[in-house]
């Protein structure tokens, strides 16, 4: 079945770049998104891409994605204490359903 | 517009114990959705409706029922809670248009004893 994998934990410095990173197999992705979840909070679309693109950049925010490889990778750029958050990773299937990744928790360090 | 609201935020029920989960959303959007999250696994989609009177299953259906009688509401009922039932259960609405962005009520945390 459909599967979206992507790492649990990643550790960054202040004002470092983070790079979060997910794969999928559902080839036949429309939309592909990422959601940040602040700790206590629910679910907030940080940004999307449609599957024709390579790459939307949002501010501090760039996505890149790969069809070939089904890579998606969410950047951010001078990463802050406020960024702390899990990231999912989702694609979205033929029924307008989201497949979802299992949350990358990204944790700043000062 | 209140997005998508969900009531209770928390509740505590013993094993065998019934209860609905209330959602409603105020931006006629068709499609609506119940996922639980638990730690380590991500959202799990539960039931999905995409239209007033249309149900269909997710991922995690088993022991839980949805109805959709009206666009706005989506309640979702547990029919004899178990442990395994803890987690925070999240709905969604979305307009199946566009960009296809899902909006998140804040979530209820079920711990069932």
């Known amino acids: 079945g459909e599967d979206v994998e992507q790492s649990l934990f990643l550790s960054v410095r202040e004002g470092d770049s983070s790079v979060i990173n997910c794969t999928y197999t559902?080839?036949?992705?429309?939309?592909l998104y990422w959601y940040k979840q602040e700790p206590g909070a629910g679910l907030q679309l940080l940004t999307y891409?449609?599957?024709n693109m390579d790459m939307k950049q949002d501010q501090r925010l760039t996505v890149l994605l790969n069809k070939k490889d089904k890579h998606l990778s969410l950047r951010i750029a001078d990463t802050q204490t406020g960024d702390s958050a899990i990231y999912f990773c989702?694609?979205?299937?033929?029924?307008?359903?989201?497949?979802w990744g299992a949350g990358t928790k990204l944790i700043i360090k000062p | 517009n209140a997005g998508v609201t969900q009531t209770p935020k928390f509740q505590v029920l013993k094993t065998g114990q019934s209860m609905t989960l209330q959602c409603a959303q105020d931006?006629?959007?068709?499609?609506m959705s119940w996922y639980r999250q638990d730690p380590g696994m991500g959202l799990r989609l539960i039931h999905y409706?995409?239209?007033?009177?249309?149900?269909d299953q997710g991922e995690v259906p088993n022991g839980y029922n949805v109805s959709r009688s009206t666009t706005e509401d989506f309640p979702l009922r547990l029919l004899s809670a178990a442990p395994s039932q803890t987690s925070v259960y999240f709905c969604?609405?979305?307009?199946?248009?566009?960009?296809?962005?899902?909006?998140f009520g804040p979530g209820t945390r079920l711990t069932v004893l």
């Open positions: 969604a609405s979305t307009s199946g248009q566009g960009d296809n962005e899902q909006f």
């Open positions: 891409i449609f599957s």
């Open positions: 409706s995409v239209g007033a009177g249309i149900t």
């Open positions: 931006m006629n959007h068709e499609y």
């Open positions: 989702a694609e979205e299937d033929s029924n307008y359903q989201l497949i």
């Open positions: 559902d080839s036949s992705s429309t939309y």
